[in-house]
């Protein structure tokens, strides 16, 4: 483990590869599991200010889940988490031409028409941050449904902190990240 400022890093974000494959996984993560994606307070103020930009991107189903309980739920940790559909599905998603599973939060960003582009336990992934009461743990998560990625970053040889460098500057910050890219090169020398 390594430490910087308030964070506790996993080594196998210098250790594991990986490289997202949509084409291969079509977005399974979006739709496989047993709760919602975790949802910081400032994201569930975000997404009600943007449902109606998205709002016709969702299937028939999730609009009928977000009308009953709402875009979020309180899981077993007493946390907040995206909605979900027949206890798997993100009520964010939809599929595209192709059948890949996207976030609708994600397509009216990269289409500008908001300045959130998703929830950053999303953008984080595989990389979860658990909260304790004086730090972050960051720790890579793995799940076989992502073993398409692994291949991918293996090939590519992309370690999991690079492949994240965005959303963990988004969540952390541009000097914590330099110290992150400081401790891989020390870490490599060894």
């Given at each position: 483990?390594?430490?910087?400022?308030?964070?506790?890093?996993?080594?196998?974000?210098?250790?594991?590869?990986?490289v997202?494959?949509?084409?291969?996984?079509?977005g399974?993560?979006?739709?496989?599991?047993?709760?919602?994606?975790?949802?910081?307070?400032?994201?569930?103020?975000?997404?009600?200010?943007?449902?109606?930009?998205?709002?016709?991107?969702?299937?028939?189903?999730?609009?009928?889940?977000?009308?009953?309980?709402g875009?979020?739920?309180?899981?077993?940790?007493?946390?907040?988490?995206t909605?979900i559909?027949?206890?798997?599905?993100?009520?964010?998603?939809?599929?595209?031409?192709?059948?890949?599973?996207?976030?609708?939060?994600?397509k009216?960003?990269?289409?500008?028409?908001?300045?959130?582009?998703?929830?950053?336990?999303?953008?984080?992934y595989?990389?979860?941050?658990?909260?304790?009461?004086?730090?972050h743990?960051?720790?890579?998560?793995?799940?076989?449904?992502?073993?398409?990625a692994?291949?991918?970053?293996?090939?590519?040889?992309?370690?999991?902190?690079?492949?994240?460098k965005?959303?963990?500057?988004?969540?952390?910050?541009?000097?914590?990240?330099?110290?992150?890219?400081?401790?891989?090169?020390?870490?490599?020398?060894?």
């Open positions: 483990m390594l430490q910087i400022n308030d964070t506790i890093i996993s080594f196998d974000l210098f250790e594991e590869q990986f997202c494959n949509l084409q291969a996984c079509k399974a993560c979006c739709i496989e599991g047993d709760a919602g994606a975790p949802l910081e307070q400032e994201e569930i103020e975000k997404i009600q200010e943007i449902l109606p930009l998205i709002w016709d991107d969702l299937t028939a189903v999730s609009k009928e889940v977000i009308r009953n309980q875009i979020y739920y309180i899981d077993e940790d007493n946390e907040p988490v909605s559909v027949n206890g798997r599905e993100c009520v964010f998603t939809y599929t595209d031409e192709s059948g890949v599973c996207k976030c609708a939060i994600e009216a960003y990269r289409a500008d028409k908001t300045d959130f582009s998703k929830p950053v336990s999303c953008h984080l595989p990389v979860r941050v658990q909260q304790y009461h004086d730090f743990a960051v720790n890579y998560h793995k799940w076989s449904i992502c073993s398409c692994v291949d991918l970053g293996r090939k590519l040889k992309v370690p999991v902190y690079q492949f994240l965005e959303p963990l500057i988004r969540k952390f910050g541009q000097d914590w990240y330099k110290q992150l890219e400081i401790a891989a090169k020390e870490l490599n020398q060894k």
